[in-house]
């Protein structure tokens, strides 16, 4: 019975050694929305899943997802100060469509920007030009790209909101013609809101990408490390089971939003 207690409690202390010698990963998250992140104070969403997926592939690395404003990342990434990577962002977001200033990683979710009205409109996106003489709802802070230069010209009048659950509010409540709202946010709101039906997506979205990791210089060791485990992404069955708790329903009208591909 000692010999047992004894061995119980020297693998106690070898699985807490290995812990507190794994090195810290600040994963931090800007995009303050479902189905990333669902509840802040809960941390419950699929950034929070993507940390704990990564700490279970090994002891090197401890991951922990944390969220950190867009602005305070771009100030400290400019400063080389960042202690951590950044989680669900494209070269193009950084200025850095060349992959030159950054360490960018394969995807993990592909996503795009749907331009969105009330069902009946008919609206089909074909450019920013299709939108001209409309009211746009989008969200504070965001760019969109070409469609800015048309509100800047006063040919598109646009409203902006603390968020894309806002953006469908506003077309509800008629308040806006259209919005803008990335695919994987919609599925789930329109999923747990009860909202089927009353959307119309334009077939043209107003964009596609690939949501990637970005890691400041000098984390080349952290490159190596989580190269391979992005790279078999699409084959895990783990990771396929994370993405199905925020998956829209299996009979609503097909797409492939939240398919993590290989760039």
């Known amino acids: 019975m000692k010999s047992t207690l004894a061995c119980f409690l020297l693998a106690l202390c ?11 990963i600040k994963v931090y998250a800007y ?17 929070f899943d993507f940390s704990d997926y990564l700490n279970s592939k090994g002891d090197a690395y401890r991951f922990e997802t944390l969220y950190l404003p867009r602005n305070r990342i771009e100030h400290e990434l400019d400063h080389g100060h960042l202690d951590g990577v950044v989680i669900g962002v494209n070269p193009l977001w950084f200025q850095d469509p060349a992959q030159e200033k950054f360490l960018w990683t394969p995807s993990l979710y592909q996503d795009q920007d749907e331009i969105v009205s009330l069902t009946g ?11 001209s003489g409309l009211h746009l709802a989008g969200v504070l802070g965001f760019s969109y790209h070409g469609i800015d230069d048309w509100v800047a010209a006063g040919k598109i009048e646009r409203s902006d909101t603390p968020g894309e659950r806002e ?20 599925d789930y709101l329109v999923e747990r809101e009860g909202w089927q039906g009353l959307f119309h997506v334009s077939p043209t979205p107003h ?16 490159y190596r490390y989580l190269l391979p485990i992005l790279e078999h992404l699409p084959h895990d069955p783990a990771w396929q089971a994370i993405l199905e708790r925020y998956a829209e329903p299996a009979n609503a009208p097909g797409s492939n939003i939240g398919l993590p591909l290989t760039d």
Request: no cysteine; charged share 20%.
């Open 14 to 24: 070898l699985a807490s050694a290995q812990v507190q010698g794994s090195q810290h």
């Open 207 to 222: 964009d596609r990408f690939a949501r990637r990791l970005l890691l400041p210089p000098g984390q080349e060791a952290l």
């Open 167 to 186: 953006v469908l509010l506003m077309l509800l409540k008629g308040r806006v013609d259209v919005g803008i709202v990335s695919r994987s946010t919609l």
């Open 121 to 131: 409109t008919g609206l089909n996106y074909r450019g920013p030009e299709s939108l």
């Open 31 to 47: 995009h303050l929305k479902p189905p990333f992140i669902v509840d802040l104070q809960q941390r419950q969403g699929l950034y």
